[in-house]
Structure formats: C-alpha cells, structure tokens
C-alpha cells in the first residue's frame, strides 16, 4: 500500500497571511467619508465663526450713538444698523407700500417714503407696519407728515436675495418687495442703496408699529450642521473599527 507523503499547504495558508490588516476596500472608504464629512464640519464652523464676528459689530454699531447721514460712502455695509439722524421733507407722492408683512400676529404693510434731505439726496425711510384693512382693496391712509422732519432710526440694507414669480417692473403703491434699484427705474428718484428704519415717529402720533426684529444670520443652524457632519465622520470611524478591526483584535 503506497502512502503519499507529500506535504500539501493548507489552502487558508495565503488568506491568514494578512489576517491581522484591515480589508482594502472598506478602510479606502472610511477614509474618504472621513474627509468629506470633517471638511464639510469645518466649513460649516468657518461660517458660524464669520457670523459670530458679524453678530458682535452689529451689536457694537447698535450700541452706538446716533450720528448723522455720512457722506461718500463706498460700502455701507460697514453701517448697517448704526443709528443715525436724518432731516429733510418727505415725498408723499412715491410712498409704497411692502406687502405680506407680520407683526404681532396681524398681517399687512411696511411703509416706505423718500426723504429728501437737506443736502440733496434722497434716502428710503420705513416708517413702520401697518396692520391691513377688512379688504385687499383697500389700503390703510397713512400719509407722511408734511414740511421739514427729523428722522431718527437705523440703516439696513434690503435683501436683494429675494425670491418672486415674474420679472414685471412693480407698478403702483404695492409692492412685494423693497428693491432699492427697481425703485430708482420705476420712480426716476435717485436714491441711496439703503433704508432708514425709523425707531421714532417720523410726525406725531403715526400710529405705526416700529419694532424691528434682530436679524437672523444663521448662527445656531451652522452649529447644528456643524456638529452633525463631524457626528457622520465619528459614526463612519466607528462602523469601520467594528466591522474591519473588531473580529480581528477579539479573534478567538
């Protein structure tokens, strides 16, 4: 009886000659979702960050005194929400009204009149809210005061973001929005890039309501994204040591 003495190597030999590395394939994909998901984390605290600083000279330019109109002014976004005084005479006749606008719960109307000052030039003032009537068709009566007034409010800068169905030219008092450029075309008035949101009233007892909001810059929703992308980098990291490097460290 012939007995083969050959010594054959054992076929799992080649597969626990790297038992104790991680799979390729997985590890590449770690290492990608990794990355992506830690840069997408650091871009959104880059922009928490930003906003921060923005939040923090908005409120320094709050709490400063109010001064008057500058002069030659090439950002003015360096302004925004300063307080300032104006005087001049308002333009009843190209007052407009800013629909879809809420305030106590009561929906209607921003009023918005040109001011033409001293100097020549010519400032948008949001004069206030006023609450709509029992009809769309028909508008609150809320003249500017006539003769020479003193303004006193904040700047801020319309949002040019906005979004509308149709590009036709507003006509008329309503408007959807507050475009200082398509109101310029539309007026013939050459006006100043920005509006004067007035804190007191702009003649008398206007009955106006004049609580402007702290704008809303995003700061906790780039926290949340934050956190969230750097959590997605923490889970794929995890689910990577479990399933790649668990069954090796605890083999029996």
């Not at 979004?163 to 450029?181: K, N």
């Not at 004067?196 to 929703?221: K, N, Y």
């Not at 995890?238 to 090796?248: H, T, Y």
Request: aromatic content about 10%; glycine content about 8%; charged content about 20%.
């Amino acid at each position: 009886m012939h007995i083969d003495e050959r010594i054959t190597e054992p076929p799992v030999t080649r597969a626990r000659t790297h038992a104790g590395w991680p799979p390729v394939l997985p590890t590449f994909a770690m290492v990608v979702a990794v990355a992506i998901f830690v840069t997408a984390g650091n871009w959104q605290r880059a922009r928490m960050e930003a906003k921060e600083s923005l939040r923090a000279q908005l409120d320094a330019a709050t709490a400063t005194a109010a001064s008057p109109l500058p002069q030659n002014v090439a950002d003015w976004s360096a302004w925004r929400f300063r307080p300032i005084t104006v005087t001049g005479t308002f333009d009843a006749d190209h007052q407009i009204m800013i629909d879809n606008k809420v305030h106590g719960g009561n929906v209607g109307f921003d009023v918005v009149s040109p001011l033409r000052l001293d100097d020549g030039r010519i400032v948008l003032v949001d004069r206030g809210f006023v609450a709509a009537g029992p009809s769309r068709e028909v508008f609150p009566t809320v003249p500017p005061p006539s003769g020479r007034v003193t303004v006193r409010g904040r700047i801020n800068l319309p949002a040019t973001n906005y979004f509308e169905l149709g590009h036709e030219m507003p006509s008329g008092a309503l408007w959807q929005h507050l475009d200082v450029r398509r109101y310029a075309a539309a007026t013939g008035l050459s006006v100043l890039p920005i509006v004067i949101e007035a804190t007191l009233p702009t003649g008398g007892d206007d009955a106006l309501e004049r609580d402007w909001p702290a704008p809303d810059l995003g700061i906790e929703r780039h926290r949340i994204y934050m956190v969230q992308w750097y959590a997605f980098a923490a889970l794929a990291l995890g689910f990577w040591g479990w399933f790649a490097l668990r069954p090796r460290l605890f083999k029996s």
